[in-house]
């Protein structure tokens, strides 16, 4: 089993829409991160939590919002989806202190009409 | 402002030979470094870091180097296999790994 969870894979919806997208970790760590991936662009970080009561912003948040359910669960939010939100979307977590390598989920990939 | 920049899109080497990709920095804060490999329909996977404090760091068939002068660090690859075949980013932070700031990627090709 994937120890990062991204639901779901690949999502098609329309301008307008509210979109939610998922991820669930059995890694224990206690740091998530929401990153977008553009053609050319590499990975750009739109949020980050270090802990259930720590959520910061990270490079390109806006548009977008986060929930940290829990430890484990930790949730990117469209309020109100544009086509230039179309991307490929990763989770990933990370340990706490020190230099520590942050671990990654598939993606979702989410294509706004 | 691109922090981190892989200059080389792609990258085409024979098998069995050295496979070297290329990463520049910009950012004098950075003091962690890290390259990951990316699969198509998978995410990125951790391949091998380094600390600021060092040069060179080597893992099996694979050693980045980094050249703190020239803010530059490469991912050499020895001997290059069909399955290395992959995008590479390389990624750095300044903050332990706490953000990581990524390049565009290079999409390398082994081929046989």
């Known amino acids: 089993d994937a120890d990062v969870t991204q639901t779901p894979r690949n999502r098609i919806t329309k301008t307008g829409k509210r979109i939610m997208l998922e991820c669930s970790q059995t890694?224990?760590?206690?740091?998530m991160y929401w990153y977008r991936q553009d053609p050319g662009l590499g990975l750009r970080l739109i949020y980050y939590?270090?802990?259930?009561?720590?959520?910061n912003k990270g490079e390109i948040s806006d548009g977008y919002s986060v929930s940290r359910q829990a430890q484990a669960k930790f949730s990117l939010s469209l309020e109100s989806a544009i086509p230039n939100q179309t991307a490929l979307y990763f989770c990933?977590?990370?340990?706490?202190?020190?230099?520590?390598?942050?671990?990654f989920g598939d993606g979702t990939r989410l294509s706004i009409l | 402002d691109q922090q981190v920049k892989q200059n080389s899109p792609s990258l085409s080497v024979q098998e069995g030979r050295i496979s070297i990709l290329n990463c520049d920095y910009t950012?004098?804060?950075?003091?962690?470094f890290l390259w990951y490999k990316k699969y198509p329909a998978e995410g990125p996977t951790f391949l091998i870091s380094?600390?600021?404090?060092?040069d060179k760091n080597e893992d099996g068939r694979f050693t980045v180097f980094l050249n703190k002068s020239a803010k530059h660090l490469s991912l050499h690859i020895v001997p290059s296999q069909p399955g290395d075949s992959a995008v590479y980013f390389c990624?750095?932070?300044?903050?332990?790994?706490?953000?990581?700031?990524f390049g565009q990627g290079t999409r390398l090709t082994i081929n046989p």
């Open positions: 990933a977590t990370g340990r706490d202190g020190g230099n520590q390598p942050q671990h």
């Open positions: 890694k224990g760590h206690d740091r």
């Open positions: 939590s270090f802990d259930v009561k720590d959520i």
């Open positions: 950012n004098s804060m950075f003091d962690y």
């Open positions: 380094i600390s600021s404090i060092k």
């Open positions: 990624a750095a932070s300044g903050q332990g790994a706490q953000k990581l700031v």
